[in-house]
């Protein structure tokens, strides 16, 4: 009898919902093997048995030549002794198995897939039986995270679970050989979910939708992950009519477009930005430029662009049906929740939409569109959600006990972490009233229960008026508070799995110091653990605070009269003349009297809050509507035009490296007075950041800091600024690390976070804390502490 031997096999990673016991099936079958594999609690679990080179080319394999979709973390292999899959027994999938106790590290869930392109050609073939199925999809591609209510991954526990398989679905189900073997959300016309409006279904209801877009309407359409608002990108009364009634005036809307040449029509793509608009999380790519063919209030005060391509087969039939680019936002009012149940869509969005495109398959989780950008060949996360998350990213440092940490408050989101995987959730939008603390707390919920992940420990942000700040204070876990700047550098460092000290550049908006004042514009010296402050920008006064944030105008009197003496001079009056004139009298006057007698003008050191004071400076922006608007207003101000950086100071002060703007300000106003254009004094001031930045970086180096530097936070979605610093500094010889996977912005906060806070439990920081005491670093808070 010919030598054989047996193998028992695990793998853990994301190997349920991505067509993995099927790959196995037709490995072992091509390799003439017998055996079994069967899903079990997150992982694949099997034995197999034949010749042994047989058996060795299948366990390496199944690390080499998983699916696409897969992610193998880990095979573990032990033989078989005694009884093992007998000779010509053939191989076949088991039952899943349930839940045992979790081993190998959090299961891991799949983020759903775009559309393939086998499904595309089947959704566009007459002959075939899914023609024009709005919800087709294989073992390659559909719904995952947004379906599934349990692990391991059986169609009972997906939300499709009340949708039999027709007997022709059965058969490619159970068939070894076809795309669909064992694809769990499968269906087609017979037995699939169907489109409504109002009384009409099926096709009939998508003709519904497209004639009410034709016509200058705005449809709520019914997408994987919540409701999506829906309208003709190219009508300016379709676009204003959606602004108004979302009560969004400015911040630019996405535009979903049919295919590549409707993208190069619109906008200019290189090939990192082509490759991301194809992949298979099909996020909206931001696009420099953007072409005649779109109304200029898709983006008013913007040159670039937000595409993405169809995600869905419904998606391709509207885009097919009417012929143009249209705007896809998600469905809710603004800083509300996406609604995702249809009887909430219909009370949330009565006043926004026309009519709704619905369908009868739950929606199991919340899911925005991704959203990134490519800067040379690099790629930026600005909104990790549908297509990317809840996909694991690596802790550079494994947490030995469960965590979770639960971020700030704007752009929400929050980690859980074991070992060395942290699961970063999706996107949840500004944690700001009851409505999003609720969807957050299911999201948690949820997540928790897939990854079986419970927390012993849960991290937070100092500022004690955060609602995630609150919630981690009511929960009966030992607190591990993390400083703002610390959590955005330290989870560019995780992602790159950097364990040894760097130096931290933190550019935002605001967040709470450990001395009790607002930070923003940050040189930190760190490791995981911890950091000390070792340069800053002079301090200015907000305001009216959150007041200040809302206004830039207000930020801009604040820096004229108020910013932190450091020895310069302060701008000449009448350099400012044609600035005050254009303010009514009143209101600066009020907003002088807070500065110069210290009422409700909470200091910052902050980065984003200059960028708004010279946006306002320039006549950009006196108000605005969303956070950052000002300071993109002046990115697209600059272009990429060129200029001489303006004047700009660096000083010691206490034992730090201090960027006094001062002298920034006073030329800016003196080249505006001398008639220089505003695209030129924007692009100075990019310029002058660049080269603060690069100072401030060189005097830490030269007082002893490492050579390799973690960039994060917001104000480093300004490609301008990004690339000028990253240019700078390379000039210097240091090593640049910029978030990739990880959002630059506040949405990477809560991984930056849990990286902390596995490093600090690791080294043992943190023994002793009392179960439900904090042990709270910040000395001295400031009364009214801005959120934004």
């Known amino acids: 009898m010919p030598?054989?031997?047996?193998?028992?096999?695990?793998?853990?990673?994301?190997?349920?919902?991505?067509?993995?016991?099927?790959?196995?099936?037709?490995?072992?079958?091509?390799?003439?093997?017998?055996g079994w594999a069967a899903n079990a609690g997150g992982h694949v679990r099997g034995e197999v048995a034949g010749p042994p080179c047989a058996v060795e080319e299948f366990t390496e394999r199944l690390r080499t030549d998983a699916p696409v979709l897969a992610r193998v973390r880990q095979?573990?292999?032990?033989?078989?002794r005694g009884h093992f899959p007998l000779p010509a027994s053939g191989f076949g999938i088991r039952h899943s198995e349930a839940a045992r106790a979790r081993t190998g590290g959090p299961r891991e869930i799949p983020p759903d897939a775009a559309i393939c392109a086998a499904c595309l050609s089947e959704l566009w073939d007459p002959a075939d039986r899914r023609f024009r199925h709005p919800f087709i999809n294989c073992t390659d591609c559909g719904p995952r995270a947004t379906v599934i209510d349990d692990l391991p991954y059986d169609r009972i526990r997906t939300t499709m679970r009340s949708f039999p398989l027709c007997a022709a679905c059965a058969a490619e189900y159970d068939d070894p050989t076809d795309r669909r073997f064992h694809a769990e959300p499968l269906a087609c016309p017979d037995c699939g979910p169907r489109l409504s409006w109002d009384e009409l279904s099926g096709e009939a209801a998508l003709r519904a939708a497209v004639k009410a877009v034709e016509s200058g309407g705005i449809v709520a359409v019914k997408g994987v992950g919540g409701y999506q608002l829906v309208c003709d990108a190219t009508d300016r009364a379709a676009v204003r009519a959606l602004r108004e009634r979302k009560h969004r005036p400015a911040k630019p809307f996405a535009v979903m477009v049919q295919d590549l040449g409707t993208v190069r029509e619109l906008a200019r793509m290189s090939r990192t930005e082509r490759a991301l608009l194809e992949s298979p999380a099909r996020p909206v790519v931001l696009l420099a430029g953007r072409g005649p063919g779109l109304a200029p209030e898709v983006g008013p005060g913007v040159r670039g662009v937000g595409l993405f391509l169809p995600t869905t087969g419904l998606h391709h039939l509207l885009l097919r049906e009417l012929a143009r680019p249209l705007v896809v936002t998600s469905g809710n009012l603004a800083d509300e929740p996406i609604a995702t149940a249809d009887t909430e869509a219909r009370r949330s969005l009565a006043t926004v939409a026309d009519g709704f495109l619905a369908h009868d398959r739950p929606i199991r989780a919340r899911y925005d569109d991704s959203v990134v950008q490519a800067v040379g060949r690099s790629v930026l996360t600005v909104r990790r959600a549908r297509g990317l998350a809840p996909a694991p990213l690596p802790l550079a440092v494994a947490a030995p006990t469960p965590l979770v940490a639960v971020g700030a408050q704007l752009k929400h989101t929050f980690t859980l972490a074991d070992g060395h995987g942290a699961h970063l959730s999706p996107h949840g939008g500004d944690l700001a009233d009851a409505a999003t603390l609720d969807a957050f707390t299911r999201a948690y919920d949820d997540l928790v229960r897939l990854t079986g992940v419970t927390p012993r420990a849960v991290a937070h942000d100092l500022h004690p008026?955060?609602?995630?700040?609150?919630?981690?204070?009511?929960?009966?876990?030992?607190?591990?508070?993390?400083?703002?700047?610390?959590?955005?550098?330290?989870?560019?460092a995780a992602e790159h799995g950097l364990r040894t000290p760097f130096v931290g550049v933190a550019?935002?908006?605001?967040?709470?110091?450990?001395?009790?004042?607002?930070?923003?514009?940050?040189?930190?010296?760190?490791?995981?653990?911890?950091?000390?402050?070792?340069?800053?920008?002079a301090t200015a006064p907000l305001p009216g605070g959150e007041a200040a944030v809302r206004h830039p105008y207000r930020m801009a009197l604040g820096c004229l009269h108020?910013?932190?003496?450091?020895?310069?001079?302060?701008?000449?009056?009448?350099?400012?003349?044609?600035?005050?004139?254009?303010?009514?009298?009143?209101?600066?006057?009020?907003?002088r009297s807070m500065v110069a007698r210290g009422i409700n003008a909470p200091r910052a050191s902050s980065a984003g809050r200059l960028f708004d004071a010279v946006a306002s400076l320039l006549g950009l922006v006196d108000s605005v509507s969303y956070e950052g608007e000002a300071a993109a207003a002046l990115e697209t101000a600059a272009g990429a035009v060129r200029a001489l950086p303006l004047d700009h100071r660096v000083v010691r002060v206490d034992g730090l490296w201090v960027y006094d703007p001062g002298p920034t300000l006073i030329d800016l106003l003196?080249?505006?007075?001398?008639?220089?254009?505003?695209?030129?004094?924007a692009a100075a001031f990019h310029l002058t950041l660049a080269a603060v930045t690069a100072e401030l970086v060189a005097h830490a180096v030269a007082d002893g800091a490492p050579r390799t530097v973690c960039l994060g936070g917001g104000c480093f979605v300004n490609r301008r600024l990004l690339a000028e610093v990253g240019r700078r500094l390379r000039a210097q010889g240091l090593r640049v690390l910029v978030p990739e996977a990880v959002p630059?912005?506040?949405?990477?906060?809560?991984?930056?976070?849990?990286?902390?806070?596995?490093?600090?439990?690791?080294?043992?920081?943190?023994?002793?804390l009392a179960k439900g005491l904090a042990t709270n670093p910040v000395k001295n808070p400031a009364k009214n502490l801005v959120k934004g």
């Open 670 to 681: 003196h080249r505006q007075h001398s008639g220089e254009s505003v695209p030129e004094l």
């Open 744 to 768: 630059v912005g506040d949405g990477g906060i809560s991984y930056g976070q849990a990286a902390v806070a596995a490093a600090r439990l690791a080294k043992g920081l943190v023994k002793g």
């Open 562 to 591: 108020g910013t932190e003496l450091l020895g310069g001079p302060r701008p000449y009056p009448w350099l400012t003349r044609s600035f005050n004139e254009r303010l009514d009298p009143s209101e600066a006057a009020v907003v």
């Open 465 to 492: 008026g955060y609602l995630s700040t609150q919630w981690a204070r009511d929960r009966s876990l030992p607190r591990i508070p993390v400083q703002h700047h610390h959590a955005h550098v330290a989870a560019c």
């Open 507 to 537: 550019y935002d908006g605001l967040g709470l110091g450990d001395d009790g004042t607002l930070w923003g514009g940050e040189v930190l010296v760190a490791d995981l653990t911890g950091y000390r402050r070792a340069g800053r920008f």
């Open 75 to 80: 095979v573990r292999v032990t033989a078989v």
């Open 3 to 34: 030598e054989r031997s047996a193998l028992r096999f695990e793998v853990f990673g994301t190997v349920q919902g991505v067509g993995f016991r099927p790959f196995v099936h037709r490995l072992a079958t091509g390799l003439g093997l017998d």
